[in-house]
């Protein structure tokens, strides 16, 4: 069942890429783990998909020691709110931390990381729509810190994230993507070619389509995979 709703999210991807002009090669599918049984995570990686995304640490560690034995080639995202105590665990486990919702955050994870000497890949979270429920930069924040935690000598800024609003459909969710991919071009444009970021990790199983069509590159995606709805 697994492997049948993975061809038809990516069916769903190839046909959204024609429509904006783009290749299907330039988006990366993550199969957002949360609460799934291991044998699912297995059965997503059976299929093809490599990149598995996480919202809370004690469950990602259990299934990174228990997947990584089998697939050495699985690259683990963490996907959901990463609290500053967390990070030490944090940047022994993921390659990439899509949630670095604040400069503090990020201090603390250059600090982990240079503990074990690694260059942490991480997103920069950014609240787009401006909700007081979500976690992340604000639009005026962003553009000044970004440009500081890109010096660091253990972090690599990779691109950014967000969390678009619930809505009734999901072309309501099209200005809060297009806001994102905006926000991107402008902070490229100040930042230097060495610092430059690319991607853009927006859209999950109700509105991947339309993040799609506004340039996401990363979609992070649970139900349409593990159930196959949205």
């Known amino acids: 069942m697994v492997s049948e709703n993975i061809a038809k999210v990516k069916q769903r991807i190839a046909s959204a890429c024609a429509r904006a002009g783009r290749k299907p090669g330039e988006i990366t599918v993550i199969a957002v783990s949360k609460y799934r049984l291991l044998r ?5 990686a059976e299929s093809g998909i490599c990149d598995i995304g996480e919202n809370r640490l004690q469950e990602a560690s259990l299934k990174h020691a228990a997947i990584s034995r089998n697939f050495g080639n699985v690259r683990w995202h963490m996907v959901g709110h990463l609290q500053t105590n967390k990070a030490k665990q944090a940047v022994k486990i993921f390659d990439l931390i899509h949630s670095v ?3 503090h955050l990020a201090q603390e994870i250059e600090i982990q990381a240079s503990k074990i000497n690694k260059i942490q ?3 920069v979270q950014v609240n787009i729509s401006k909700e007081k429920t979500k976690s992340g930069f604000t639009l005026q924040d962003v553009k000044k810190s970004i440009r500081i935690i890109a010096g660091f000598k253990h972090i690599v800024v990779k691109g950014l994230m967000t969390i678009a609003p619930i809505v009734q459909a999901p072309e309501q969710a099209r200005p809060y993507f297009r806001l994102l991919r905006e926000l991107l071009n402008e902070i490229n444009s100040i930042l230097n070619t060495q610092h430059s ?4 990790s927006m859209g999950m199983s109700d509105d ?3 993040a799609v069509e506004e340039g996401a590159t990363m979609l992070r995606i649970g139900r349409a995979i593990f159930e ?3």
């Not at 699912?40 to 997503?44: A, D, G, N, Q, R």
């Not at 970021?197 to 853009?200: A, P, Q, S, V, W």
Request: hydrophobic share 45%.
């Open 101 to 103: 919702d604040s400069a």
């Open 197 to 200: 970021i690319r991607e853009l």
């Open 228 to 230: 196959g709805s949205g």
């Open 40 to 44: 699912e995570v297995e059965e997503v």
């Open 208 to 210: 991947f389509e339309v």
């Open 121 to 123: 890949k991480i997103l």
